[in-house]
């Protein structure tokens, strides 16, 4: 059995970690470089680092602050936020990056998942999703910018077209879940991982253990990730993990 994994995730808006109800209302947290030493030391599977002011705003790759959190870490470390080429990937990478999300320039050119994946390897290259019901719809569709602008593209459409490119892994979030607090999206994240065969992390939604243990009884997917609760100390990392191997998962454990 693999081992499911426990992510902590940073949403970093000029050089601070913020955190938000979905999406909107962001709120200090604190520095990125002590909270992903402190997530390290916290037994972690992996880090995600997601820039939100370079996908807002559209300024410069934080490398210094990316190096400087690399440097702390013995688990991999992802990087995301307004990613648009293979010169940005390669940057990434060099500073400390194990694997890069890629979101908005994924869906402007599809051709830059395939491209990505042959220059520096599948394991490389995670495609993020921000996908949202629409009622009217009855469908799931994929939003960008932070959340703010729906591309109309059908969320399980894109999903297999991601795989077929050569994306490594997804990083799904339910907007309609993100920070409420209420558990995950089982029912579409059940949905997408039977389209596929690569890992999917799953965000948006977690609120106590129970919600991961729920996750993962009712879904196959490879990861749980989470912010707020991690960042507040509401859930206990290595606890879950204790939890989670009590009801009968592979988890990695320090």
Not at 7 to 34: A, H, Q, S, Y
Not at 55 to 69: E, S
Not at 133 to 141: G, I, L, N
Request: some cysteine; hydrophobic content about 40%; aromatic content about 8%.
């Amino acid at each position: 059995m693999i081992k499911k994994r426990i992510i902590p995730c940073l949403d970093v808006k000029d050089g601070r970690v913020v955190k938000g109800v979905n999406f909107t209302g962001l709120r200090d947290i604190g520095d990125p470089v002590e909270l992903a030493k402190r997530y390290n030391g916290e037994g972690a599977d992996e880090l995600v680092f997601l820039d939100i002011s370079k996908t807002q705003d559209g300024h410069d790759l934080m490398i210094d602050v990316i190096r400087d959190t690399a440097k702390e870490l013995f688990i991999p470390l992802t990087i995301g936020g307004g990613i648009s080429s293979v010169s940005d990937i390669r940057q990434l990478l060099g500073a400390g990056a194990d694997k890069v999300s890629i979101n908005s320039a994924a869906l402007r050119d599809p051709g830059l998942i395939k491209t990505a994946a042959d220059v520096f390897g599948s394991q490389c290259i995670c495609i993020a999703i921000d996908v949202k019901y629409d009622a009217v719809k009855t469908d799931y569709f994929v939003f960008t910018h932070g959340g703010s602008k729906d591309t109309g593209i059908r969320a399980f459409e894109w999903i297999e077209q991601c795989a077929a490119l050569g994306a490594g892994e997804l990083l799904i979030t339910s907007m309609d879940h993100d920070g409420v607090k209420q558990g995950f999206d089982t029912i579409f994240l059940k949905r997408a991982k039977e389209l596929v065969d690569i890992p999917i992390i799953a965000s948006g939604g977690a609120g106590d253990p129970g919600h991961f243990i729920e996750l993962f009884h009712e879904t196959d997917v490879s990861a749980g990730l989470a912010a707020s609760i991690f960042h507040n100390r509401e859930v206990d990392i290595e606890d879950l993990k204790y939890k989670l191997q009590d009801e009968g998962f592979e988890v990695r454990l320090t």
